[in-house]
């Protein structure tokens, strides 16, 4: 299992060479332990953890729960120190640092306290490394690859299961347990899970409520299960009981936005082009107006230890698309014809094009 | 994530208890003499916010701005399609859409000619929100967390317990059947049980007696093996852990066990705490010697200068 991530290693280092950095810090907090687990691939307990690595290529570690010590340290087979508050930690980290150049992965997250501490260690400002670490991140490795692609099955028979249980008078809580449970019990790590069900009243997905489910509804979700860190993302929509005529219409919509999005998507196309494709096709029936922020967030993103990587699959974003990035195209929002809809598949941007991670069928589900 | 039940239960939190709070940031501001007071939230940092507005974000950041005097404003990151819903589920009627909550800030201020502002734990912010706050015209004034959230209300010590009885249910039930199945498979069904039980957020860790409690990792459940429950009720954590051995252990007289406290309601959830003697709800944890293994053993606790109550 991937644990202290050696082609990330070796391309941090040329980064540091080429930016002139003598230490390169990689901060993780709860919310964000990407930052760090792009070198050091530990789900963390603690609040916070951090990976220094030095220009010679050492790399150490402070974590701040106690549990974290024996796997960071097996991870990284360098020195890992336990603190309760992290400030006392990078005192002792960066206890050669004096005058030394440092950047910091995941900078803008980090708590200002710590950032001071850094710059009183070193007696200047610490750099963010977060853009150009998040670059490199961006092209997938084929070990990152693989963990995505086992993500992307987990995902599919996560939704096999969600189309299996839902139906009418389970609440919206009740059908998450079941997936979450499912899911987790089949080796997930972590889950991101949105839903929604309703008619022509439903704007958006959220986390779930205690609404029962109805006959006619759309059931909505955006399902999203962490394996060894990676995450992939499926979207699909399904209706409880038969679909009716709108519901339909709409679905067919999304589907053949989609797959416009699907089919240009190859090395040196314009991200904006892929959200372009998707909303054009919204445009030619009628619903342009739907393709803006008032009723949707983006068009779809990037994904890995984040499952909402930039760039964001949106026509104001320009970025050239790249072999191994991974993508979820996915044209969810609102139409008056049958309320919010969700239809996406983690997309594997290859030498001429792109395949679908996703094996789940293409289709309105119906439970 | 928090992917569970997000919900407001006025039996359970009451209004007036929500009320009383906000008064109390109100006292806060006027002894500061400040315009407003601050408070970040984000997904794994939102104990603050939700203790004053019962505010939970499944994603983004916001800033609860709590003018003088008046009731609470929501400056958040998360889409306007989502506020009928926030509005269900916390105490706020103003939510302002704000990729930047600090500029949302600012205007607040110049449009009420706020010229003090207070911060709770200034230092604390994220480097990015600090530094756009510091380039602000306003005078900033950083107020201590434990001036905003003294000692736990006995609200917040009910439903502590509440999430603590949930994992300790569901441990009960579970781990004496446990042997047949592997952590994922124990993991998964705990998650089940607890977020059909209405947990809003669950977290489990496995040790088989050799090393720390770690997410699952498709190991056999055996007579070593330890697991951590940390369950989130309504905003409420809970930290509950039992050993298939069937260990058990005097939390307030550990012995030579290696005890952990967390303070389960920190700026940040699990943070580890020095001190056996300020007033919060924690997490203790045993670490107890069986043969040439350890099991572990915990619960929630509330702690305070006569010593611990298990919750």
């Not at chain 1, 708590?111 to 963010?128: C, G, L, Q, T, Y």
């Not at chain 1, 995902?155 to 079941?178: H, I, N």
Request: charged share 25%.
């Amino acid at each position: 299992m991937l644990k202290l991530n050696p082609e990330r290693k070796k391309e941090f280092l040329e980064l540091m060479a080429q930016r002139g950095w003598d230490v390169l810090l990689f901060y993780g907090d709860t919310w964000r332990k990407d930052h760090f687990r792009c070198l050091v691939s530990v789900c963390f307990t603690g609040p916070q953890a951090l990976a220094v690595l030095t220009k010679e290529g050492e790399v150490r570690a402070v974590v701040t729960h106690p549990w974290d010590v024996e796997p960071v340290k097996a991870a990284t087979g360098g020195s890992v120190t336990y603190v309760p508050r992290l400030v006392d930690g990078l005192k002792s980290a960066l206890r050669d640092a004096g005058n030394a150049v440092i950047a910091i992965n995941g900078l803008e997250q980090m708590e200002a306290r710590f950032v001071r501490a850094v710059k009183e260690i070193s007696r200047a400002a610490p750099i963010s490394a977060t853009a150009d670490v998040e670059e490199i991140r961006r092209v997938k490795t084929q070990e990152e690859i693989e963990w995505i692609t086992k993500a992307a099955r987990l995902a599919d028979r996560g939704y096999e299961q969600f189309a299996r249980v839902a139906r009418a008078g389970m609440t919206e809580y009740e059908l998450v347990a079941e997936v979450e449970g499912f899911v987790k019990a089949h080796g997930a790590e972590d889950n991101f899970m949105l839903v929604a069900s309703g008619g022509t009243e439903v704007t958006a997905m959220k986390p779930p409520t205690a609404r029962k489910l109805q006959l006619g509804d759309s059931v909505i979700t955006e399902l999203t299960p962490q394996i060894n860190g990676y995450y992939a993302q499926i979207c699909r929509t399904l209706t409880i009981g038969p679909p009716s005529q709108k519901q339909l219409e709409s679905y067919a919509i999304f589907a053949e936005a989609q797959q416009a999005g699907q089919d240009l998507l190859r090395p040196g196309v314009d991200i904006s082009d892929v959200a372009r494709v998707q909303n054009d096709v919204f445009r030619k029936h009628g619903y342009g107006e739907y393709t803006g922020a008032q009723y949707t967030r983006v068009r779809g993103h990037n994904l890995g230890l984040y499952p909402d990587e930039f760039p964001h699959v949106l026509e104001s974003v320009h970025y050239t698309c790249k072999k191994d990035m991974v993508v979820i195209c996915h044209p969810n929002t609102y139409l008056p014809l049958s309320g919010y809809m969700v239809f996406g598949d983690t997309l594997l941007v290859t030498d001429t094009g792109c395949v679908s991670l996703s094996q789940t069928e293409k289709r309105l589900f119906q439970a | 994530m928090k992917r569970g039940l997000v919900s407001w239960d006025k039996g359970e939190l009451p209004v007036d208890e929500l009320a009383a709070r906000l008064a109390a940031v109100h006292t806060v501001a006027r002894r500061k003499s400040v315009d407003a007071v601050v408070l970040y939230s984000d997904v794994w940092r939102s104990n603050d916010a939700r203790y004053l507005s019962n505010y939970m974000p499944y994603w983004n950041r916001a800033f609860i701005v709590v003018p003088r005097d008046e009731k609470p404003i929501l400056a958040c990151a998360l889409s306007p399609r989502v506020y009928p819903w926030i509005k269900t589920v916390t105490v706020h009627e103003n939510i302002i859409a704000s990729p930047s909550p600090p500029a949302t800030l600012f205007k607040l201020c110049a449009e009420r000619g706020w010229k003090w502002v207070g911060v709770c734990d200034l230092e604390g912010l994220p480097s990015d929100l600090h530094a756009e706050m510091i380039a602000g015209k306003v005078e900033l004034v950083d107020i201590p967390r434990s001036e905003i959230r003294p000692a736990p209300t006995e609200v917040e010590v009910w439903m502590h317990a509440r999430a603590a009885r949930m994992a300790r249910e569901v441990l009960e039930k579970e781990l004496p059947a446990a042997g047949e199945r592997n952590d994922h498979q124990l993991t998964g069904r705990l998650e089940r049980l607890l977020r059909r039980a209405g947990a809003e957020d669950v977290v489990v860790l496995v040790s088989d007696g050799q090393g720390p409690p770690l997410p699952a990792e498709g190991r056999p459940v055996g007579p070593h093996t330890s697991v951590v429950v940390a369950n989130e009720y309504n905003g409420h954590w809970a930290k509950v852990t039992r050993n298939v051995a069937g260990v058990t252990s005097s939390l307030s007289e550990s012995g030579g066990a290696t005890a952990l406290r967390e303070n389960l309601s920190g700026s940040y959830s699990w943070e580890s705490l020095d001190d056996a003697t300020t007033a919060a709800v924690i997490s203790l944890q045993l670490q107890i010697r069986a043969g040439d293994r350890h099991v572990y053993y915990g619960d929630t606790c509330l702690q305070g200068q006569e010593g611990l109550r298990v919750l």
